[in-house]
């Protein structure tokens, strides 16, 4: 996490803006990989997490669609990741950017999507 605090010149007042990263690579097939052990574990705990932040999108963009009492909770609680990012995604506390690198290869499309 990058925390940058700036001095705006027009209100002399400092803002704060925080970075977070996080590299959720080693999410791939097991049998493609034949990985075992502790990368085995980290790569499951990844898929776990990535499939947790597909549902709690999904469930955020079902309550922008729908009416206050037919709303969804999303699933923050199921994963560290998702409890971390909860007020970014939710827009309670700034904006958040997904940058997912996909594959073009043909041989990997079912892992890509």
């Known amino acids: 996490m990058l925390t940058l ?6 209100s002399q007042r400092f803002r704060q803006t925080q970075f977070s990263i996080v590299d959720l690579a080693g999410a791939e097939r097991q049998k493609k990989t034949q990985t075992n052990g502790a990368r085995l574990n980290e790569a499951m705990s990844i898929n776990k997490d990535l499939m947790v932040l597909g549902h709690c ?20 609680r199921d994963s560290r990741i998702t409890m971390l990012f ?14 997912a690198a996909v594959s073009p290869r043909a041989a990997d499309q079912v892992g890509t999507l």
């Open 57 to 76: 999108l999904r469930d955020l963009r079902y309550n922008q669609l729908h009416a206050k009492g037919a709303q969804k909770v999303p699933p923050f």
């Open 86 to 99: 909860r007020d970014y995604l939710s827009g309670g506390r700034g904006t958040c950017i997904v940058i």
């Open 5 to 10: 605090m700036t001095l705006e010149a027009s």
